[in-house]
């Protein structure tokens, strides 16, 4: 239900900019050279440009596990310096252009819409919107004292459950090292989700998927993250009547609950 090419201009249509002005200002640069030696410096920039853009590459296919994209921000701060050259150079020339002043107007203006351009795109990417298709990473206090409350409590042989969450971080957290070492059932990555819809959509209970008792938790943020985030995706996630059928599931039962995450236990009935 959305479109890949315009989730990645959303995101990065600054970043492939800047992108587009250094490979202009190498054109500029390749044919100034010879008469400005002095330029050789600022060429010298695009080695460690192309090494790490040719090093992003290759750590996507190398199963790495972290995201390759966070060296973007490197990209940008170099071709930066080429952008600045750019428009710099499109600046200078029509001062010194004999054109007409209606054509001299023209670099200015380009020039004006680029940043203004930059500038609203680094703003409509800076914090997690449903403009980026992205939720925040942040964790909220309830978020804390639910996963403090469970990791004191629960049956350390039974597994935990939960939707998009790293429950790893919630343990470096609250947990000391010894303690974290001593608690395997504390998983240091994702974990499994629960099914599509909880099993309802099967007219199943979500106990009948799980052949051992489990744990789950689920916030606020999961209530609305396929209402106001990824609502064209809630046919194949959750519905808000889901979380509602959750709370008469006889399979599960509600063991805490302060305003902004819950806490369940699930019956293995499978």
């Known amino acids: 239900g959305y479109s890949a090419v315009k989730h990645i201009l959303n995101l990065y249509g600054a970043v492939f900019l800047y992108m587009l002005l250094a490979a202009v200002a190498l054109v500029v640069l390749w044919r100034r050279m010879r008469s400005r030696p002095n330029l050789r410096n600022l060429a010298s920039f695009y080695g460690p440009l192309l090494a790490i ?140 989700s629960p099914p599509p819809h909880f099993g309802y959509h099967e007219g199943l209970w979500l106990g009948e998927h799980y052949d051992q008792a489990t744990y789950m938790v689920l916030g606020d943020r999961d209530r609305l993250r396929y209402v106001e985030v990824y609502p064209a995706l809630a046919k194949y996630r959750y519905y808000a009547e889901d979380y509602e059928r959750l709370e008469g599931d006889p399979t599960v039962a509600k063991l805490y609950s302060n305003g902004g995450m819950d806490v369940y236990f699930i019956e293995a009935a499978g």
């Open 53 to 192: 853009g040719l090093g992003m590459v290759a750590l996507v296919f190398s199963g790495v596990h972290f995201k390759p994209l966070r060296f973007v921000p490197h990209i940008v701060f170099l071709s930066t310096i080429f952008s600045g050259f750019v428009l710099y150079e499109m600046i200078g020339s029509s001062h010194t252009s004999q054109r007409g002043i209606r054509l001299r107007i023209i670099p200015t203006l380009v020039v004006t819409i680029i940043m203004l351009g930059v500038f609203g795109n680094a703003i409509g990417t800076l914090y997690a919107a449903p403009h980026t298709l992205s939720d925040t990473y942040q964790a909220t206090r309830t978020e804390n004292v639910a996963m403090d409350w469970l990791f004191h409590r629960k049956d350390r042989s039974l597994d935990i459950i939960a939707h998009e969450r790293q429950l790893g971080r919630f343990g470096d957290f609250l947990l000391t090292r010894e303690e974290r070492e001593q608690r395997p059932d504390i998983p240091r990555r994702n974990v499994p």
